[in-house]
């Protein structure tokens, strides 16, 4: 997809394994590696969705679909990128496809700290289904997850 500066690809194999681990370490302080990325994409149904403004790399997610169903299993804008708008044109071009492959439900666990990215995610339409306590640990420090549905 080509709008403005903004250009969007979708990857079901290993070829943007490299970049998407450097942009997730950019993002997260408990990166995920080339070997975890290429192992989630080993996994039929998995595609992976990088967002460059102006041929920079902004933004990605990595969704996984299994029937009508799907789950964003991560998803992360730069910080030099954030507060633009960024993750709200990745999530909703990422809905499209998602709707295009038959999915009719899509789910995904937030941190309850997030509240960036929670407010992302109520924008869009997500409603909050459930909690598991203590799901995050970062360096010790515990954080619950919200668990949020969205119906396509």
Known sequence: MQEDNISIDFFTDESAVTLAAEMHARCFAAGWSEAEFTSALGIQGTLLQILSRDGEPAAFSLYRIVS???EILTL???PEFRNQGIATQLLDVGIKK???AG???LHLEVGSQNFTANRLY???GFQK???????YN???KREDAIMMKKIL
């Open 122 to 124: 109520v924008t869009e």
């Open 76 to 78: 992360g804008t730069l």
């Open 103 to 105: 999915v009719r439900f």
């Open 138 to 140: 970062h360096g010790g």
């Open 129 to 135: 289904i459930g909690l598991r306590r203590n799901y």
């Open 98 to 100: 998602l709707k295009t």
């Open 68 to 70: 009508d169903e799907a």
